[in-house]
């Protein structure tokens, strides 16, 4: 199995600040036939479902502000929020599609 | 657009099966990969599976033995069965679709919480 890490497991960060969250694989999750890192970022908020942030390390899906950033290959990632704005607390999970059995970073808490 | 919603049984016993059901509104089964993910309270996600609409499986080896996923296309349904549960399979349970184009599950349902008790 692929593992996914997270660092750091909780982060406070002051309104309109930059915050940084770090996701490590056990082994590359970048494709070479198509150079495509098979990695996804998602929000949880409490009491809701995750939410899909971010495919392919770096693309944002529809709707997702662009002060959400992807960024990394192979097998290192980051999750870039440029300017925290108080609707962003809620704990952010990695996540690779590389290979079964898809597996999540254990999450990170980003607080105000 | 596309809703997810689960449903089944909120308690079940010990040795006993676990079955919920996924019902896909606003869209089609075709195409996408059709994914159980779980959720321990107060912790992280897990990937059970999942049952691509042509009908092939993968599933966590984790639960492989006791998990069966099944899609039902004339009802736009699939389901999720987990045999043999303990107290250590009480989470939340979420249904999620999967992509084949761009990856990532990008539509999910609410969850259910199931609690397994005697």
């Known amino acids: 199995d692929i593992v996914v890490t997270q660092s750091p497991d909780s982060l406070a960060v002051s309104l309109g600040e930059r915050a940084t969250i770090n996701c490590r694989s056990s082994?590359?999750?970048?494709?070479?036939?198509?150079?495509?890192?098979?990695l996804a970022w998602y929000q949880q908020k409490p009491g809701q479902p995750p939410k899909l942030l971010i495919h392919w390390a770096s693309t944002r899906e529809s709707g997702v502000p662009d002060r959400f950033s992807g960024s990394g290959s192979g097998t290192d990632f980051t999750l870039t929020i440029s300017s925290l704005q108080a609707e962003d607390v809620a704990v952010y999970y990695c996540?690779?599609?590389?290979?079964?059995?898809?597996?999540f970073g254990q999450g990170t808490k980003v607080e105000i | 657009q596309v809703q997810l919603q689960e449903s089944g049984p909120g308690l079940v016993k010990p040795s006993e099966t676990l079955s919920l059901t996924c019902t896909v509104s606003?869209?089609?089964?075709?195409?996408?990969?059709w994914n159980w993910i779980r959720q321990p309270p107060g912790k992280g996600l897990e990937w059970i599976g999942f049952?691509?609409?042509?009908?092939?499986?993968k599933y966590n080896p984790s639960l492989k033995s006791r998990v069966t996923i099944s899609v039902d296309t004339s009802k736009n349904q699939f389901s999720l069965r987990l045999s043999t549960v303990t107290a250590a399979d009480t989470a939340t349970y979420y249904c999620?679709?999967?992509?084949?184009?761009?990856?990532?599950?990008?539509?999910w349902g609410q969850g259910t919480t199931v609690t397994v008790s005697s």
């Open positions: 606003g869209g089609s089964i075709s195409g996408y990969y």
């Open positions: 999620a679709r999967g992509r084949m184009v761009n990856g990532g599950m990008d539509v």
């Open positions: 049952n691509h609409y042509s009908g092939s499986t």
């Open positions: 996540q690779q599609y590389y290979n079964t059995p898809w597996t």
């Open positions: 082994q590359s999750v970048l494709y070479s036939s198509n150079n495509k890192n098979y």
